[in-house]
């Protein structure tokens, strides 16, 4: 598919929406958003006003005459439903995490976009952080030796009001975990590989607005011996280590201070750490648009394609398994990277 820009919509102008308002600043000459969706038709003329869009509409069906691709930014039990009536309209789909609720649902939507040569697409938008895409370099050359253990926390106070959505663990499609730590999980899995075996630790005190847990705490260890953890809370009410990661390599360590956009190296013989890098504060998900935009043009295979996001999905889920069992979560044997090494072509 040759086109000079991707003709992008985007379903769902609620409060997700705004943190991709900036992205688009940054990534004119592959996007331009056309039109805007959402039940309560202010909001979709509001994101519309802010992005430029000519059309705001309360249905997203009546977007698919102007656009080439959707963005779909919506509670996750409407995921499925939404994604697939956009496929079946012919569009690139690109989701916001989780990419759906249920294992069957992922591979409804994984089956149809594949024989129809259609972009489906996650948006884990912390892949494509030039900090995060920094630290996946560093483990790959081996720049400070092996990697043993990576931590990663994310500290942060959502309280949702009475009658939201993301209360209910059946619409949310679980607690903290399923719906924030998702991301955290396809890090590790992208960082470190196969996981062999994990736990995971749950509650919802402290957060008892969750139905499910809003504070949750994970371990995994992976095919080489490395492990890998994430603490992810939604009750913070302070927090030091906010958004960070530590990775520790067999030459020193290296620290990820995502709040502060700064990239430390740490070593005991040196007083004071070294900066790697230092980048601009926000998601940066500018990156994740644009590479969504450059596999619509090119057919390339998404960098978090249906199949490895529906991996990280199944690591959760055997861990929420284990955990109700009071057992280790065998993890062995839920890759799906091979059938994803293909391109849409």
Same mark, same amino acid.
């Given at each position: @598919?040759?086109?000079?820009?991707?003709?992008? $919509?985007?379903?769902?102008?609620? +409060?997700?929406?705004?943190?991709?308002?900036?992205?688009?600043?940054?990534?004119?000459?592959?996007?331009?958003?056309?039109?805007?969706?959402?039940?309560?038709?202010?909001?979709?003329?509001?994101?519309?006003?802010?992005?430029?869009?000519?059309?705001?509409?309360?249905?997203?069906?009546?977007?698919?005459?102007?656009?080439?691709?959707?963005?779909?930014?919506?509670?996750?039990?409407?995921?499925?439903?939404? +994604?697939?009536?956009?496929?079946?309209?012919?569009?690139?789909?690109?989701?916001?995490?989780?990419?759906?609720?249920?294992?069957?649902?992922?591979?409804?939507?994984?089956?149809?976009?594949?024989?129809?040569?259609?972009?489906?697409?996650?948006?884990?938008? @912390?892949?494509?952080?030039?900090?995060?895409?920094?630290?996946?370099?560093?483990?790959? *050359?081996?720049?400070?030796?092996?990697?043993?253990?990576?931590?990663?926390?994310?500290?942060?106070?959502?309280?949702?009001?009475?009658?939201?959505?993301?209360?209910?663990?059946?619409?949310?499609?679980? +607690?903290?975990?399923?719906?924030? #730590?998702?991301?955290?999980?396809?890090?590790?899995?992208?960082?470190? #590989?196969?996981?062999?075996? $994990?736990?995971?630790?749950?509650?919802?005190?402290?957060?008892?607005?969750?139905?499910?847990? $809003?504070?949750?705490?994970?371990?995994?260890?992976?095919?080489?011996?490395?492990? $890998?953890?994430?603490? +992810?809370?939604?009750?913070?009410?302070?927090?030091?280590?906010?958004?960070?990661?530590?990775?520790?390599?067999?030459? #020193?360590?290296?620290?990820?201070?995502?709040?502060?956009?700064?990239?430390?190296?740490?070593?005991? *013989?040196? *007083?004071?750490?070294?900066?790697?890098?230092?980048?601009?504060?926000?998601?940066?998900?500018?990156?994740?648009?644009?590479?969504?935009?450059?596999?619509?043009?090119?057919?390339?295979?998404?960098?978090?394609?249906?199949?490895?996001?529906?991996?990280?999905?199944?690591?959760?889920?055997?861990?929420?398994?284990?955990?109700?069992?009071?057992?280790?979560?065998?993890?062995?044997?839920?890759?799906?990277?091979?059938?994803?090494?293909?391109?849409?072509?």
């Amino acid at each position: @598919m040759t086109m000079d820009k991707i003709r992008l $919509g985007i379903v769902g102008c609620g +409060g997700m929406t705004e943190t991709h308002e900036k992205a688009f600043e940054f990534v004119p000459d592959n996007v331009v958003v056309t039109g805007t969706a959402d039940v309560i038709l202010e909001r979709a003329q509001k994101a519309a006003e802010i992005l430029g869009a000519e059309i705001a509409v309360s249905d997203y069906h009546d977007l698919f005459k102007y656009v080439d691709a959707v963005m779909l930014v919506l509670p996750h039990h409407l995921h499925f439903e939404a +994604g697939m009536e956009c496929l079946k309209a012919g569009k690139h789909v690109l989701m916001e995490k989780p990419l759906c609720n249920t294992e069957e649902q992922c591979l409804d939507l994984i089956k149809y976009a594949e024989e129809q040569k259609l972009v489906l697409m996650t948006a884990y938008c @912390m892949r494509y952080h030039p900090m995060v895409v920094e630290l996946k370099s560093i483990i790959d *050359e081996k720049r400070y030796g092996d990697v043993f253990q990576i931590s990663i926390w994310t500290e942060q106070f959502t309280k949702y009001p009475e009658g939201h959505w993301s209360r209910s663990a059946e619409k949310l499609g679980g +607690g903290q975990l399923f719906s924030h #730590g998702c991301h955290y999980v396809d890090l590790l899995l992208w960082f470190l #590989g196969n996981p062999v075996r $994990g736990t995971h630790m749950g509650t919802n005190f402290g957060t008892p607005w969750m139905e499910k847990e $809003g504070t949750s705490n994970l371990t995994m260890e992976f095919e080489n011996g490395a492990l $890998g953890y994430h603490f +992810g809370t939604w009750g913070a009410r302070g927090s030091k280590l906010k958004y960070s990661i530590h990775m520790h390599c067999t030459e #020193g360590m290296v620290d990820a201070n995502i709040s502060e956009g700064k990239l430390y190296f740490h070593k005991w *013989e040196t *007083e004071q750490p070294q900066l790697l890098m230092e980048y601009a504060l926000g998601k940066h998900t500018q990156h994740e648009i644009s590479h969504f935009a450059d596999c619509i043009r090119t057919g390339s295979k998404p960098l978090t394609d249906g199949y490895s996001s529906l991996q990280g999905l199944r690591v959760i889920w055997k861990l929420y398994e284990a955990e109700k069992n009071n057992v280790v979560a065998d993890l062995r044997g839920l890759g799906l990277d091979e059938k994803s090494k293909t391109s849409i072509k």
